[in-house]
Nanobody
């Protein structure tokens, strides 16, 4: 089990930017396929962005493509989600997730929420004027 911690959430205005970070205290993230998911009030948790172990393969939900960027820094053992041009509909709790399957190739990633077995506690992002 990997204990994940998100940080960087907050209240911003439409059009603003925000960056979320995810770490695993005492652990390295470099061996895990990682992703960001979100859950708005009254809705199911949904895929936002995922990234392969080597950082070369990334996928984005259509609703955030061109506005959000997922990245990882192996030296800092940190996963990031840069969110630009935020909209009120981006308001949600954002979760960091890790997939620890040793069989994943370095360039593998999946958008299947069920494929991720380790989750953070979530970070609230509210976009409102």
């Amino acid at each position: 089990q990997v204990f994940l911690v998100e940080s960087g959430g907050g209240l911003v205005r439409p059009g603003d930017s925000l960056i979320l970070s995810c770490t695993a205290p005492g652990r390295t993230l470099k061996d895990y396929t990682m992703g960001w998911f979100r859950q708005a009030l009254g809705r199911d948790r949904e895929f936002v962005a995922v990234i392969s172990k080597d950082g070369e393969n990334r996928r984005y939900a259509e609703t955030v493509k061109g506005r959000f960027t997922i990245s990882r820094d192996h030296e800092r053992d940190t996963l990031y989600l840069q969110m630009d041009s935020l909209k009120p509909e981006d308001t949600a709790v954002y979760y960091c997730a890790a997939r620890t399957a040793a069989t994943d190739t370095p360039d593998y990633c999946t958008t299947d929420i069920g494929a991720y077995g380790n989750w953070g506690q979530g970070a609230q992002v509210t976009v409102s004027s």
